[in-house]
């Protein structure tokens, strides 16, 4: 497929962007792992329901109907996507990040977290209030799975039945290896923990069922999904959901609110989904992120990753002869993968690689920390400057490589621009 993956086009193709070196090129998006293009579907189907949308669950107008309908059914298409059981909510929240923000609030008390260091941020940092601990970064799906257990077994002798949450990813965002899910979902219920699985890389490449994995809850964001910004999911178990308060308090997620006589406010909170959903929802953002469920699930999960192997090989072997060239793993250089790369390169600083990269090459890759600095720690051997942000650190050109670059890609991306990738890194 020399132009992309051909069941699932995407927009942006025909950008050109200006090199230093004088003319245009076409644009090469290879930093998909931060955020995919939109399907040309998705964008299509959001163009057509744009003249008709209304404000959901709460007026009697037609359009105001056909958006509840569409929202409602958005739902339920995420919920097919990911092959929810019986009794699954499925929350629409604004991204990964927020979802698992949701999910650490729901948390019961005295809550026990297990998290890997090599997460990202976004699954490291939430669990504020909780008591956290940090697993150290495995160098085989094996010893994940062994030291889950060994630190849930460790907590079942200390404190038989407290409740406890372990939150893996599916994918690296900074390797793209996969993790052993089902297996770490094992392990955890066999402790009488529960689980949530950080699906931002690998619900864009992989099916994701709930059911298959028994995984408690999953988390994922659309802009990753080939859907615009701003929506995401958590999907899962109702019962810590229901139990909790309102991730945020407000019209839509309670169901009766009146004034006590002491001058208090008695509030009942909905138990579904619309809980954690208070303020008017965004209702284009969930209808987008459907369309792209179901354009993926259409398409198959297949093509898309022959394609991304293709891919993988094409800059692996394109690079293998380049001693200055180094792959980051856990796992291993042949660890299955999804299509994500890192690496860094001796004597340069990954900023200025990057920007190499964009200014006399027209592509567009990530370089820095990628917002999982402990893991980066561990790969790269040393202490990675802290950029202050998820961005890239200032290194002296030629001195240790502090910080990496990625590389990463999807559906649309064509075999051109992975070459043109290949032969500007050589
Ligand atoms: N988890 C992983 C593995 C990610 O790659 C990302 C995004 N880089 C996130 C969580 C956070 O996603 P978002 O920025 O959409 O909240």
Redesign the pocket.
């Known amino acids: 497929a020399p132009s992309g993956c051909a069941p699932l086009p995407v927009l942006g193709r025909d950008v050109t962007v200006p090199l230093v070196t004088g003319g245009e090129v076409a644009y090469a998006a290879l930093d998909y792992?931060?955020s995919a293009p939109a399907l040309q579907r998705v964008w299509d189907d959001v163009a057509a329901y744009a003249p008709y949308y209304g404000s959901v669950h709460r007026g009697a107008g037609h359009l105001s109907q056909l958006s509840t309908e569409l929202f409602e059914n958005a739902r339920r298409t995420v919920a097919g996507f990911l092959d929810c059981r019986d009794g699954d909510q499925v929350v629409f929240t604004r991204?990964?990040?927020?979802s698992l923000n949701l999910l650490a609030a729901a948390l019961p008390d005295d809550c026990q977290v297990f998290v890997f260091e090599t997460e990202?941020h976004?699954?490291l940092l939430p669990w504020r209030g909780a008591r956290v601990t940090f697993l150290d970064a495995p160098d085989s799906p094996e010893q994940a799975v062994r030291a889950l257990e060994h630190a849930l077994a460790a907590l079942a002798a200390r404190d038989p039945h407290g409740p406890a949450l372990v939150c893996v990813?599916g994918a690296s965002?900074v390797t793209g290896e996969l993790w052993p899910v089902r297996e770490l979902a094992a392990a955890a219920h066999a402790h009488g923990a529960r689980i949530v699985l950080?699906a931002?890389?690998l619900a864009p490449h992989h099916a994701v069922s709930l059911r298959e994995l028994d995984v408690d809850w999953v988390a994922f964001?659309g802009?990753?999904l080939y859907a615009p910004f701003g929506a995401?999911v958590l999907a899962g178990r109702a019962d810590w959901l229901r139990e909790a308060e309102p991730y945020l308090a407000g019209g839509g997620a309670s169901r009766k609110v009146a004034r006590r006589e002491d001058g208090g406010v008695d509030v009942q909170w909905h138990d579904s989904a619309a809980r954690h959903e208070a303020g008017s929802p965004n209702v284009i953002g969930a209808y987008a992120l459907a369309s792209a469920c179901t354009a993926l699930a259409e398409a198959g999960f297949g093509t898309l990753a022959a394609h991304e192997e293709r891919l993988i090989r094409t800059v692996r072997d394109g690079l293998a002869d380049v001693p200055e060239v180094r792959f980051l793993s856990l796992f291993g250089d042949d660890a299955p993968r999804v299509g994500v790369l890192s690496f860094v390169v001796d004597g340069w600083n990954g900023s200025h690689f990057a920007a190499a990269l964009s200014a006399e090459y027209g592509i567009g890759v990530r370089d820095g920390l990628f917002?999982a600095h402990p893991l980066l720690r561990a790969l790269l051997g040393g202490d990675p400057r802290d950029g202050g942000e998820c961005g890239a650190p200032g290194a002296a050109p030629g001195g240790p490589a502090l910080d990496a670059i990625r590389v990463s890609f999807g559906a649309g991306t064509p075999d051109e621009h992975v070459e043109r990738f290949v032969r500007a890194v050589r």
């Open positions: 792992a931060a991204s990964t990040t927020d990202h976004a699954a990813t965002n950080d931002a890389q964001s802009h990753k995401g917002c």
